[in-house]
C-alpha cells in the first residue's frame, strides 16, 4: 500500500474525531512551524505587507482548520471569530507538496487541487514571497526525512 492510500484511509478514520476537536492546539503547530522554516526567510517588506490579518489553512481531508496571523514577533494562532483575509484550502499531502516545492501552487489553483478564497492582492503578494523564497523544507537524501 502506498503513503497516499495508507493516508486516504487514516483520513477517513480520523476526520470525524478531528472535526470535534478545539483547533487551537493544531494553529499552535502550524504557527510554531512557520516561525521556524518560514519566519527566518520573510523579507521585511512581506512581513508588513501580510502582518495582522488572519489566514484560514483547511486540511480538506482531515477535516481541520486551522487560523494563523502574523504578529510583530512571529506567526500566532488567530481566534475562531476573527475575520480571515484568505482562505487556502487542500489536502494535506498537496500542502506538504508544495511546502517541498514539488508543486506548483499556479498549477494546483488551476487543477482545483488548491482553492484560494478572499483578499485577491493579499493571496497574490502570500504567493509571490513564498515562490520567491522556495521550498520550506527539503527531504534529506540520507533517510529520507525532511529538513528545515
Do not use: C, Y
Amino acid at each position: 500500500m502506498s503513503l497516499l492510500q495508507w493516508h486516504q484511509l487514516a483520513a477517513v478514520f480520523t476526520r470525524p474525531v478531528l472535526q470535534r476537536l478545539p483547533m487551537r492546539p493544531p494553529s499552535l503547530l502550524l504557527a510554531l512551524a512557520l516561525n521556524r522554516m518560514l519566519l527566518p526567510r520573510l523579507p521585511a517588506d512581506a512581513k508588513a505587507a501580510l502582518a495582522a490579518r488572519a489566514v484560514e489553512v483547511a486540511l480538506t481531508d482531515m477535516g481541520m482548520t486551522l487560523r494563523l496571523r502574523l504578529q510583530h514577533g512571529g506567526f500566532t494562532p488567530a481566534a475562531a471569530h476573527e475575520s480571515v483575509a484568505l482562505r487556502i484550502a487542500a489536502s494535506l499531502p498537496t500542502f506538504v507538496r508544495l511546502a517541498r516545492g514539488d508543486d506548483d501552487a499556479d498549477r494546483l489553483f488551476f487543477e482545483r487541487a488548491l482553492v484560494m478564497e478572499g483578499d485577491t492582492e493579499f493571496a497574490l503578494v502570500l504567493k509571490n514571497t513564498l515562490d520567491a523564497i522556495g521550498p520550506l523544507f527539503t527531504p534529506s537524501p540520507l533517510r529520507g526525512e525532511a529538513t528545515g
